[in-house]
């Protein structure tokens, strides 16, 4: 079975610092991963996945990732904060064919003017 | 737009009492998933379907039920609620199994008193 922990419940950083929420899975197969994105009272969103292929992953509103096998990590990063960045964080991952996507519990993302 | 709706946005239910919360998605995806959202632990899965016909169990099945009548409805009931499902409600869908990434509807929040 696969799982997922996220380093950090609480991230704060000021306007135009470098966002950085960490990803460490476990998996007894190649993984598939993700990020996703929750705005207050909304659902998930999704950032970006990893599948196959390039380790280095970009995704929407600036945001990358970067699929690291030896370290097991799938770290979120984003050059220069802005406020509309603040949300909470899921990373998560899957199997291929699988139908159970496992969540991180969650980084809530501050950006402070 | 397309997308997932779920419905009702917000419930408050007594204990004991019956409750269905609708998903209806309009993408044709084959794969349609139910998860709750609890402080702390992230998203769990409860019950999915690969396709309209099939369905399984996920994490945490236990007091919940499922159907999958056609491609674009996936309705979640509670038989007889308890306190301990006051939660956040998360019905997702992909093209075709967990790897493709998820769909998410807005959420359905459910206290239980």
């Known amino acids: 079975a696969q799982s997922v922990t996220q380093l950090g419940s609480h991230v704060s950083v000021s306007e135009g610092a470098l966002v950085l929420l960490r990803c460490n899975y476990s998996?007894?197969?190649?993984?598939?991963l993700f990020w996703y994105v929750q705005y207050p009272n909304q659902g998930l969103q999704l950032l970006l996945k990893?599948?196959?292929?390039?380790?280095l992953v970009k995704g929407i509103n600036g945001f990358e990732a970067e699929f690291k096998k030896s370290e097991t990590s799938f770290h979120l990063t984003k050059p220069s904060a802005h406020m509309s960045d603040a949300a909470e964080y899921f990373c998560?991952?899957?199997?291929?064919?699988?139908?159970?996507?496992?969540f991180g519990a969650g980084t809530r993302l501050t950006v402070k003017p | 737009i397309a997308g997932i709706t779920q419905a009702p946005t917000s419930q408050i239910l007594a204990a004991g009492r019956r409750m269905t919360l609708r998903c209806t998605q309009d993408?044709?995806?084959?794969?349609m998933y139910w998860y709750r959202q609890d402080l702390g632990l992230g998203l769990r899965l409860i019950h999915y379907?690969?396709?309209?016909?099939?369905?399984g169990k996920g994490e945490v099945p236990d007091g919940y039920s499922v159907s999958r009548a056609n491609t674009d409805d996936f309705p979640l009931t509670l038989a007889s609620a308890v306190p301990s499902q006051t939660s956040v409600y998360f019905c997702?869908?992909?093209?075709?199994?967990?790897?493709?990434?998820?769909?998410f509807g807005s959420g359905t929040r459910l206290t239980v008193v």
């Open positions: 990893y599948t196959t292929g390039a380790t």
């Open positions: 998996s007894s197969v190649p993984p598939y």
């Open positions: 997702a869908s992909s093209p075709d199994g967990a790897n493709y990434g998820y769909t």
């Open positions: 379907s690969n396709t309209a016909g099939t369905t």
């Open positions: 998560a991952v899957s199997r291929y064919n699988n139908n159970d996507m496992r």
């Open positions: 993408m044709r995806h084959n794969a």
